[in-house]
């Protein structure tokens, strides 16, 4: 069995949307992860019957991702809080609008194997700062973002996932997984 050990290469893509598409830019890579939680949302629900439970469901339906880094680039932070910016100003208003963006990262695990995921459909709270004066040691300041992963109709799924110790994934599978947000069940590279 092997085990988790670290978080890296982040990577998120930009969205642009139209009523009967959705179209990813180039992934990019964000340097500088520290820690990423996911945790599921859930719809409940109980029936009883005779003074007891007599069945339970629970279903998904988003995810909240928390990702901590050591600074998201401006561009990154404008692009999901949806911000107004010109000729090097940024300004936030009461009708900012967050944009959807896809996020993946890698968990790396013990020898040499690896996690891939993409989360598909995300938006973004916007993004908490924690800032310390440096006293007689270096404080540094990091970025934290709370996303909202959802399962968009055109998509049909939360993310796409991939482990390299599964026997069905291959060298090739892993070297063009982040090369383009992945959607369908076969991960492939950009077409050129």
């Known amino acids: 069995m092997e085990y988790k050990i670290n978080v890296q290469n982040v990577h998120l893509a930009e969205i642009t949307e139209t009523p009967n598409d959705i179209t990813y830019g180039t992934p990019e890579h964000v340097a500088g992860a520290m820690e990423i939680s996911t945790t599921p949302?859930?719809?409940t629900g109980e029936l009883y019957g005779d003074g007891k439970i007599v069945h339970k469901s629970s279903k998904k339906i988003g995810y909240q991702i928390t990702i901590s880094l050591n600074k998201l680039p401006s561009k990154w932070r404008r692009y999901m809080e949806?911000?107004?910016y010109k000729d090097g100003v940024e300004y936030g208003t009461t009708e900012d609008e967050p944009k959807p963006f896809a996020i993946g990262w890698e968990f790396s695990k013990t020898n040499g194997e690896k996690e891939l995921i993409w989360f598909l459909y995300c938006l973004a709270e916007p993004i908490q700062q924690t800032g310390r004066q440096s006293e007689s040691n270096t404080n540094y300041s990091t970025d934290s973002i709370t996303i909202t992963a959802l399962e968009h109709d055109?998509?049909?799924r939360f993310y796409t996932f991939i482990d390299s110790e599964d026997e069905n994934v291959t060298e090739q599978m892993i070297e063009d997984f982040f090369k383009k947000v992945q959607t369908n069940d076969t991960i492939s590279?950009?077409?050129t």
Request: proline residues 8%; hydrophobic residues 35%.
């Open 41 to 43: 949302q859930l719809s």
């Open 82 to 84: 949806g911000v107004k």
């Open 154 to 156: 055109l998509l049909g």
């Open 189 to 191: 590279s950009p077409q």
